[in-house]
């Protein structure tokens, strides 16, 4: 099965509808035509592939016993995320998730300043600006 060649005005024509830049040297399209060419003559070749009496693919899973043992959540995968929620209310619970508080001493509040005096940064305002 032969392959259709690929205009330099086609190629335009495809990379304006698919919002892509045109190419900006004669060696970036020849090089854009040898890719489309070759991903072109990839589809034919795909397209050639005698399916009969093959069943349609639905979708891409594992569907054996072991691929859906292998993907159920049980208790002991969610064990973590269950430790991490407190119940708070009395009528209407609500399930809050606790957080985790990081250490505040080691967080250097000062580091990506620009300008700072003492412990304070320095943060420039007015109307000007």
Known sequence: METPEISS??????LRLSALP???SPAEET???????????????????DTTNVEPLRSLRDETEEGERAAELGLE????????????????????????VQDGEKWDVLGHAERK???????????DR
């Open 117 to 127: 005096t003492g412990r304070y940064f320095v943060v420039e305002g007015g109307k």
């Open 22 to 24: 045109p190419p900006t």
């Open 31 to 49: 090089a854009m035509l040898q890719t489309l060419s070759s991903q072109l003559h990839f589809v034919k070749q795909i397209q050639s592939v």
């Open 77 to 100: 995968a969610l064990k973590g995320a269950l430790e991490k929620e407190e119940v708070r209310g009395k009528f209407h619970k609500r399930i809050r998730r606790k957080r985790e």
């Open 9 to 14: 005005a086609q190629l335009r024509h495809l």
